[in-house]
């Protein structure tokens, strides 16, 4: 069954950086666009990237713009989110997600905490 796991979560000072991954399986990953989301206490889950099946087309929420970078590795079944200049307002579980058969998956979240 279709399975994501997210890692590389982590404490960090403002201005550092940090790289998640998300581990696929389950599927043919090279086929599905992945997305990233973050979930902050008290608000909604909100997008915060997105990688096309082959990687040749990323969106980015704006307030991660020019800070955040998604990428993926088909060859691995992995999608990455490299995160510069982390600010505190950048706290948050991140998810990976993507829809296959027309059911949206999540992965089970991991804890991006930035904190002087």
Do not use: H
Not at 14 to 33: D, K, N, T, V
Not at 44 to 73: C, H, P, Q, W
């Amino acid at each position: 069954q279709v399975q994501l796991v997210e890692s590389g979560g982590g404490l960090v000072q403002p201005g550092e950086s940090l790289r998640l991954s998300c581990a696929a399986s389950g599927f043919i990953f090279s086929s599905y666009a992945m997305k990233w989301y973050r979930q902050a206490p008290g608000k909604e889950r909100e997008l915060v990237a997105s990688i096309s099946s082959a990687g040749g087309m990323t969106n980015y929420a704006d307030s991660v713009k020019g800070r955040f970078t998604i990428s993926r590795d088909n060859a691995k079944s992995t999608v990455y989110l490299q995160m510069n200049s982390l600010k505190p307002e950048d706290t948050a579980v991140y998810y990976c997600t993507s829809v296959v058969a027309n059911r949206r998956y999540w992965g089970q979240g991991t804890q991006v905490t930035v904190s002087s």
